[in-house]
T-cell receptor, first 114, second 114 residues
Framework: DAEITQSPRHKITETGRQVTLACHQT?????MFWYRQDLGHGLRLIHY???????NKGEVSDGYSVSRSNTEDLPLTLESAASSQTSVYFC?????????????FGPGTRLTVL | GENVEQHPSTLSVQEGDSAVIKCTYS??????FPWYKQELGKRPQLIID?????GEKKDQRIAVTLNKTAKHFSLHITETQPEDSAVYFC?????????????FGSGTKLNVKP
């Protein structure tokens, strides 16, 4: 079955280290998104992509980067991890087929920065 | 950009009672409004959505209403059951201008007491 996966599911790292979170979907969706989820803030958009070689900044993009070299993957990189980036990260994808482009979420990655 | 506010942040009801969660949005051009349910430790999952050309939509025990003039929409759950306990998120999207970009509310934690 087609799906969206994230890895790792849990990650502990140290301040200043570079970290990459993987997101892979097999639906052939053009649109992919990265969110972070923190208590009291809901889901906040970090970066998003509408297709290969396309990337865009969301509302909380500082300290994060993404690249889209193929349809299936949108890795999220924390260039120099900070304690403020401790969070649960969700990747999502959707089709480009019209006015109800439902986003489907991955299982999430819990990141702890010490 | 769009701003979505969600109330209440927590809601406790007795099993069998109804629950109502309300969201307001700021961008009158928003035209798609999904609702997601997130169980503890799980990914957000779409439970119902509504387009701006519809005032109400039902799916068994859940329904969503939309008031475009007042720019608010609500989730209604009837005959609540303990398995309805979760965090619920609303979202708004202008699928034309902000193609596929969702703005989420901060979430409502629903507790259904048996």
């Amino acid at each position: 079955d087609a799906e969206i996966t994230q890895s790792p599911r849990h990650k502990i790292t140290e301040t200043g280290r570079q970290v990459t979170l993987a997101c892979h979907q097999t639906w052939n969706h053009n649109n992919m998104f990265w969110y972070r989820q923190d208590l009291g803030h809901g889901l906040r958009l970090i970066h998003y992509s509408y297709g290969v070689q396309d990337t865009n900044k969301g509302e909380v993009s500082d300290g994060y980067s993404v690249s889209r070299s193929n349809t299936e993957d949108l890795p999220l990189t924390l260039e120099s991890a900070a304690s403020s980036q401790t969070s649960v990260y969700f990747c999502a994808s959707s089709e480009s087929r019209g006015p109800t482009d439902t986003q489907y979420f991955g299982p999430g990655t819990r990141l702890t920065v010490l | 950009g769009e701003n979505v506010e969600q109330h209440p942040s927590t809601l406790s009801v007795q099993e069998g009672d109804s629950a109502v969660i309300k969201c307001t949005y700021s961008d009158s051009a928003s035209n798609y409004f999904p609702w997601y349910k997130q169980e503890l430790g799980k990914r957000p999952q779409l439970i119902i959505d509504i387009r701006s050309n519809v005032g109400e939509k039902k799916d068994q025990r859940i329904a969503v209403t939309l008031n475009k003039t007042a720019k608010h929409f609500s989730l209604h759950i009837t005959e609540t059951q303990p398995e309805d306990s979760a965090v619920y998120f609303c979202a708004a999207s202008n699928t034309i201008r902000n193609f596929n970009k969702f703005y989420f509310g901060s979430g409502t934690k629903l507790n259904v007491k048996p």
